[in-house]
């Protein structure tokens, strides 16, 4: 990073800032302005009456704006990647990256939008704001527990879709991969015990999501360790963790709570030893998931485990979240839901994992970003869930 900030850096031949020079994105117009009609039609005075409708009646919007179809990603840049807090300007590569994804893998169009604020109240009192333009919000790489507060209220607030993607994208496919790799080893989930290493954003909400699908047991650690009832020094997010998971009682480390375990989930930017995947479980399941540099290596876990899965594109079986957030916005626009539920949530994951189907194997529990099934997949069973749930408007 020294030598990109050194002004000798020759910006003009690395591949990366070529492909970024001058930003990824651009806005086109829908409609052709060829003459003194079109204009009168598309700006004043034909207008106008768009406008009086609209006023009169709001669910207009919908319908004869961009309104239903765009998302706004917000963030405040406190959590960027593995990169940290660095700042609402220079999350605006990620932010238009976040934009480009959208669009390419599910056809939606959305808005990057970098809060100059790190303060909660602000931060939701400006998306509330903002949300008239928008028919969804994508929170972004905010920091926990910030982030908690920060989309329970707004999904209280606002009748549009929000969704935390470092929350929910990283748990609604690391559960989807978990249902193949369990169907491999021949294993219910509730049957299973897995250690999740990491209780910030995606910790958390892979935790809940595999409590929501009935995993046997969780037990979550954090820099401290394991996360049990009791302990000193909890915030209210990891008190309530305390309650639902960890039925064992267990204490110490990450590394004391493998023993016997099938599932390691890591999320934390820790490191585990070769001896400590030994110990657990014949057949055992093993997400190392930090990036760039997982847990553990996988052709070390893939030594004592059956299923390996990375956060890399280098390796087999990515647990990247672009499997699952456009196709759930494009499902949630395209039936314009009011939020998008824990039910519609279960319901991409399934839609996900069934995509691999028969040619499940050690290498194979989860597909790749390109292939063209995913995001159609994922938009029916999310749309399909709405109506099921009521939450829909069309």
């Known amino acids: 990073m020294a030598a990109e900030s050194d002004s000798s850096f020759d910006y003009d031949n690395d591949p990366a800032f070529v492909l970024h020079k001058g930003g990824k994105l651009e806005v086109r117009s829908t409609v052709p302005v060829r003459n003194k009609d079109d204009l009168s039609l598309a700006y004043t005075p034909g207008v106008a009456r768009v406008c009086t409708a609209i006023a009169d009646n709001p669910e207009l919007a919908y319908e004869y704006t961009w309104t239903s179809k765009v998302v706004a990603?917000?963030?405040?840049?406190?959590?960027?990647?593995?990169?940290?807090?660095?700042?609402?300007?220079?999350?605006?590569?990620?932010?238009?990256?976040?934009?480009?994804?959208?669009?390419?893998?599910?056809?939606?169009?959305?808005?990057?939008?970098?809060?100059?604020?790190?303060?909660?109240?602000?931060?939701?009192?400006?998306?509330?704001?903002?949300?008239?333009s928008f028919g969804g919000i994508n929170l972004e790489d905010i920091s926990a527990p910030r982030c908690f507060e920060i989309e329970d209220r707004l999904r209280e607030a606002l009748d549009i879709p929000v969704f935390h993607d470092d929350q929910h994208g990283t748990a609604i496919v690391a559960l989807a991969a978990l249902r193949n790799a369990a169907r491999l080893i021949g294993k219910p989930l509730s049957e299973l015990r897995a250690v999740v290493a990491g209780a910030g954003a995606s910790g958390v909400a892979v935790s809940r999501i595999l409590l929501n699908a009935g995993i046997g047991d969780i037990a979550v650690s954090d820099s401290k360790g394991l996360i049990y009832e009791g302990r000193d020094g909890l915030n209210p997010v990891k008190q309530a963790l305390a309650r639902d998971t960890n039925k064992l009682g267990l204490k110490g480390s990450t590394e004391d709570a493998l023993r016997g375990a099938d599932v390691f989930i890591g999320l934390s930017g820790s490191t585990v030893r070769e001896e400590s995947i030994a110990t657990m479980s014949d057949n055992a399941i093993v997400f190392a998931l930090s990036n760039p540099t997982p847990e553990v290596h996988p052709d070390v876990a893939r030594r004592h485990a059956k299923v390996v899965a990375t956060g890399r594109s280098d390796f087999p079986n990515q647990i990247n979240n672009v499997l699952a957030f456009p196709g759930i916005f494009r499902g949630a626009l395209d039936v314009r839901a009011h939020s998008i539920t824990e039910g519609m949530k279960l319901a991409a994951a399934e839609a996900l994992a069934n995509v691999v189907g028969d040619d499940l194997s050690p290498d194979y529990v989860i597909p790749s970003p390109f292939d063209e099934r995913v995001a159609p997949a994922v938009t029916a069973a999310v749309a399909e869930q709405a109506r099921k749930e009521g939450v829909n408007r069309i």
Do not use: H, W
Not at 92 to 120: C, H, R, W, Y
Not at 122 to 128: D, G, S
């Open 73 to 132: 990603v917000v963030t405040d840049g406190t959590a960027v990647l593995g990169l940290g807090d660095i700042g609402p300007a220079a999350s605006m590569p990620v932010m238009e990256g976040k934009a480009l994804l959208f669009k390419q893998f599910a056809g939606v169009d959305s808005v990057p939008i970098a809060l100059n604020t790190t303060d909660t109240d602000e931060i939701v009192e400006t998306v509330i704001r903002l949300a008239p």
